[in-house]
């Protein structure tokens, strides 16, 4: 691997993507961020890829976290996990990924993500609709 310097980051190398996602604080342990990338929930560059994947400065991650879905690029590299500072030092996030963010969030609040357009009742097509579309989310 390469060198460190006292901020945890590492210069010249690459680092595992579930190994960084835990440093980056994505998500709590290293099994989480294995299983969300096993699971399809991380995109890497815009594919799938498998949890050893090495990543390097300036790729693209797309994740899901809950409701939210972020695309993040990567602007340096690190091994450990530290405090939560530290940790939004490793990326930066698109503009089009905090406006969807902002978007999601407000349709939440309003009730507008999960209430159907009718004023109607759903008839049982329209229920079975609703269920699939709750649980795939």
């Known amino acids: 691997m390469g060198k460190k310097n006292p901020d945890n980051t590492i210069e010249n190398s690459v680092t595992r993507l579930d190994k960084w996602l835990w440093a980056a604080r994505f998500y709590k342990t290293r099994a989480i961020a294995k299983q969300m990338i096993d699971g399809g929930k991380v995109f890497y560059n815009g594919q799938r890829t498998k949890s050893g994947k090495a990543v390097t400065i300036g790729d693209k991650i797309k994740l899901r976290q809950g409701y939210d ?69």
């Open 69 to 137: 879905e972020k695309e993040v690029i990567v602007i340096a590299l690190a091994d450990k996990r530290s405090n939560a500072t530290f940790a939004q030092t490793l990326y930066e996030e698109t503009d089009s990924s905090l406006k969807t963010r902002e978007d999601t969030a407000l349709a939440r609040k309003q009730g507008i993500l999960f209430s159907p357009a009718s004023e109607t009742k759903p008839d049982k097509k329209q229920r079975r609709q609703i269920r699939q579309l709750k649980e795939r989310i």
